[in-house]
């Protein structure tokens, strides 16, 4: 099992950044990759990016390329997610996630936390 816990979340303007955290436990030495998903109200979650475990290799969704950075930490039991000209549509309450070797979703999730961007 792997436990995960957010952190980060906030009420910010457009225009301005927030860094995310995650912060892995558990069977942490089994995660292949880590992801960011977002759900904003009424829509369905949306992947926001992915870092491969092992070589810190990370892919975005097109709607945050180049405002958006997932980073791992030192100790690889923690992840980020470097979020910066923020817009109103960012808006939405942020997971980790963690894909664990083996298995074939990320089944393991976070309890999310809310980000909200004014304009």
């Known amino acids: 099992q792997v436990q995960l816990v957010e952190s980060g979340g906030g009420l910010v303007q457009a225009g301005d950044s927030l860094r995310l955290s995650c912060a892995a436990s558990?069977?942490?030495?089994?995660?292949?990759?880590m992801a960011w998903f977002r759900q904003a109200p009424g829509k369905e979650r949306d992947l926001v990016g992915a870092?491969?475990?092992?070589?810190?290799?990370?892919q975005y969704a097109d709607s945050v390329k180049g405002r958006f950075t997932i980073s791992r930490g030192i100790a690889k039991s923690t992840v980020y997610l470097q979020m910066s000209s923020l817009k109103p549509e960012d808006t939405a309450v942020y997971y980790c996630?963690?894909?664990?070797?083996?298995?074939?979703?990320?089944?393991?999730w976070g309890q999310g936390t809310q980000v909200t961007v004014s304009s």
């Open positions: 870092i491969i475990w092992s070589s810190g290799s990370a």
């Open positions: 558990g069977r942490t030495y089994s995660i292949t990759a």
């Open positions: 996630a963690a894909l664990l070797r083996g298995e074939s979703s990320y089944d393991y």
